[in-house]
């Protein structure tokens, strides 16, 4: 069983920028996938980014480069959510999450399904 802790949630400016941390437990954090996912009222979670377990693989959903990054520390069993230029349309909760499974298209990621683990989410505000 592996636990999920997010946090670095919080309000923000319109501009401006958060990291998000997600601290996971147990010994085998280096060979998960890991994503983030948002979801804000009303609407449905959506993919965000994922880093793979070989920290070699990453891919974000925002149209933007650089706007978005994830990162991961296996030393530290945390994966990070870098967010610069904040829009007040990212307002969500956040959540990051491991997979199990190995695919070497990368997309298949993006689907909620395929991972096993989720965190309890935290708060994105942006005030625009």
């Known amino acids: 069983q592996v636990q999920l802790v997010e946090s670095g949630g919080g309000l923000v400016q319109a501009g401006g920028s958060l990291r998000l941390s997600c601290a996971a437990s147990?010994?085998?954090?280096?060979?998960?996938?890991m994503g983030w996912f948002r979801q804000a009222p009303g609407k449905e979670r959506e993919f965000v980014a994922v880093?793979?377990?070989?920290?070699?693989?990453?891919y974000s959903s925002d149209s933007e480069p650089g706007r978005f990054g994830i990162s991961r520390d296996n030393a530290k069993n945390t994966v990070y959510l870098q967010m610069n230029s904040l829009k007040p349309e990212d307002t969500a909760v956040y959540y990051c999450?491991?997979?199990?499974?190995?695919?070497?298209?990368?997309?298949?990621?993006?689907?909620?399904?395929?991972?096993?683990?989720w965190g309890q989410g935290t708060q994105v505000t942006v005030s625009s």
């Open positions: 880093i793979d377990y070989n920290d070699e693989i990453t």
């Open positions: 147990g010994r085998t954090f280096h060979s998960y996938t």
């Open positions: 999450a491991a997979s199990t499974a190995f695919y070497s298209d990368v997309s298949y990621y993006t689907v909620s399904s395929v991972y096993n683990y």
